[in-house]
T-cell receptor, first 111, second 117 residues
Framework: DAKTTQPPSMDCAEGRAANLPCNHS???????VYWYRQIHSQGPQYIIH???NNETNEMASLIITEDRKSSTLILPHATLRDTAVYYC????????????FGSGTQLTVLP | EPEVTQTPSHQVTQMGQEVILRCVPI?????FYWYRQILGQKVEFLVS????????KSEIFDDQFSVERPDGSNFTLKIRSTKLEDSAMYFC???????????????FGPGTRLTVT
């Protein structure tokens, strides 16, 4: 699986959009980009994933660059409950693939 | 909303003892996983399980570890002879092939904190 690079920490004001970048310059054509988050020692929570196209669900939007070398997770209106470590993971499709978690980005939403 | 559950939430055991951590995956999921997170460190993959057999395992998952799906609902992780370094949060996860993508988003339980003394 391709290595991903994320900033170690970011702050965001409550109610504003949080934009979390991820670099995955060595991603291969059949690797998906997954985003998970972990709120203080809880189990990781799936957020969103994509292959080539931008994706949106009730939690977030995922913007993937055309060359697929980077992506941005957008939380449109961050709340205090969005304070968490956010992980960007590149993973091949296929059966029962393990997820390789890095250090992620600690997002702190400030009141 | 369906969720993965894990019991117990906290287990304290003495070094050398056997422990069994239990998980109930989401009912229609087909793939099951165990991960662990030592305090302050990254989440690490241990093992994945499909169709009653191990699909992948990491170097951490040595002969001291085993997994089992003893019935239609439970998924267990057994550590035969615990060591101090097994102290960690253990997370169970499950996934189902997505109809939209050939991808497998995983849903995690709340974890079991294992403390080996």
């Amino acid at each position: 699986d391709a290595k991903t690079t994320q900033p170690p920490s970011m702050d965001c004001a409550e109610g504003r959009a949080a934009n979390l970048p991820c670099n995955h310059s060595t991603i291969s054509g059949n690797e998906y980009v997954y985003w998970y988050r972990q709120i203080h020692s809880q189990g990781p929570q799936y957020i969103i994933h994509g292959l080539k196209n931008n994706e949106t669900n009730e939690m977030a939007s995922l913007i993937i660059t055309e060359d697929r070398k980077s992506s941005t997770l957008i939380l449109p209106h961050a709340t205090l409950r969005d304070t968490a470590v956010y992980y960007c993971i590149a993973s091949l499709d296929g059966s029962a693939r393990q997820l390789t978690f890095g250090s992620g980005t600690q997002l702190t939403v400030l009141p | 909303e369906p969720e993965v559950t894990q019991t117990p939430s906290h287990q304290v055991t003495q070094m050398g003892q056997e422990v069994i951590l239990r998980c109930v995956p989401i009912s229609n999921h087909l793939y099951f996983y165990w991960y662990r997170q030592i305090l302050g460190q990254k989440v690490e993959f241990l093992v994945s399980f499909y169709n009653n057999e191990i699909s992948e395992k990491s170097e951490i998952f040595d002969d001291q570890f085993s997994v089992e799906r003893p019935d239609g609902s439970n998924f267990t992780l057994k550590i035969r002879s615990t060591k101090l370094e097994d102290s960690a949060m253990y997370f169970c996860a499950s996934s189902l092939l997505s109809g939209r993508f050939s991808s497998y988003e995983q849903y995690f339980g709340p974890g079991t904190r294992l403390t080996v003394t």
